[in-house]
């Protein structure tokens, strides 16, 4: 098989006006070079690192109750869509990109 060479995956989280460090947006870089693209148990492991690179980014520092939970649960889940879309897209990318 061959692998899919793109080194990072970013996502990107914006939420508007949840608080100053969230409101500019989060942006979370995941390697992926020692991945192959084209096994599904490989994207399953990008999806992994994707979702804690997440969770650490969205974490709301200091102040925590349920407002900053429920902030932090917001930025997962946008950032965790749009990380999975751009996943998908590289993985349509390898598996055009493989060899029959």
């Known amino acids: ?7 990072m995956i970013a996502a990107v989280c914006l939420l508007g006006g949840v608080t100053s460090a969230h409101a500019e947006g989060v942006t979370v870089t995941v390697p992926h070079g020692d991945l192959d693209l084209t096994s599904a148990d490989d994207v399953a492991v ?12 969205c974490r709301v520092r200091g102040n925590r109750g349920l407002t900053a939970g429920m902030q932090d649960s917001a930025c997962v889940a ?7 879309k751009i996943i998908a897209e590289h993985r349509e990318r390898a598996l055009e990109a493989a060899p029959d």
Not at 46 to 57: F, G, K, P, T
Not at 78 to 84: F, S, T, V, Y
């Open 78 to 84: 946008d950032g965790m869509g749009r990380g999975l």
């Open 46 to 57: 990008l999806q992994d690192r994707l979702r804690a690179a997440i969770r650490d980014a």
């Open 1 to 7: 098989m061959r692998k899919f060479v793109r080194p």
